[in-house]
């Protein structure tokens, strides 16, 4: 059985204009501009405000936390955002009736239809972008950025997992150490349970 061929090695960079993310940022950044123009004008949301709207209603009913997970972006700016869709009428929300600290969020039926409108001209934006590239082509490219996206999700979750992780173990190791110098000796493991328990619980709701 005749051996494959092997790869070419790849082409050695010459400058920041072969990196990986110096192209893609370049590349959202002219889709952004472009979007934001159009999308601005046409349908009164920024390229920020549609795609945290977009993900809602692909996702929906969705927490603040699953909207996270899912978009990358801080809580905090998320949350602002999300509010400004709702006061425009184009987000719900409602408790969770399993956890009243939680909300569900989904799209109003005004939101529904604007979204419909927004998705039919990115669909066609989208189609004018890949122009170039056959159905073949097309598919590959995804499939390609599908890969590469799911490596730079487990860089992302093990970079900015792990210090939190550690901070956690390192408080909870630096009150054990006062309590005991203090004489009161090793905390006592249901103590420490609940700490634990109390920990998750809040990490759930958030």
């Known amino acids: 059985m005749p051996s494959r061929p092997q790869a070419a090695p790849p082409k050695r960079p010459c400058d920041i204009r072969d990196m990986l993310m110096y192209r893609i940022a370049r590349l959202a950044t002219m889709g952004d501009r472009t ?9 009164g949301l920024n390229v920020g405000d549609w795609r945290v709207f977009g993900a809602v209603h692909a996702l929906a009913p969705v927490t603040l936390a699953g909207l996270a997970r899912e978009l990358y ?3 905090g700016q998320l949350s602002r955002t999300v509010s400004g869709l709702i006061e425009a009428g184009l987000v719900s929300h409602r408790e969770s009736p399993s ?4 909300n569900f969020f989904e799209a109003t039926a005004k939101g529904r239809k604007l979204h419909d409108e927004v998705l039919a001209y990115i669909t066609r934006r989208n189609v004018e972008l890949l122009a170039d590239l056959d159905a073949s082509e097309q598919a590959e490219f995804f499939r390609l950025l599908d890969k590469v996206s799911e490596t730079f ?3 992302y979750d093990e970079l900015f997992a792990a210090p939190s992780r550690q901070g956690v173990e390192g408080s909870g190791a630096a009150r054990r150490s006062q309590v005991e110098k203090k004489g009161g000796g090793a905390s006592k493991p249901t103590a420490r349970r609940n700490s634990v328990t109390r ?8």
């Open 35 to 43: 979007g934001q123009m159009v999308i601005s004008r046409k349908f």
């Open 73 to 75: 972006i801080d809580k």
């Open 99 to 102: 956890d009243r600290r939680q």
């Open 153 to 155: 999700a487990r860089s």
């Open 199 to 206: 920990a998750t619980a809040g990490a759930v709701g958030s």
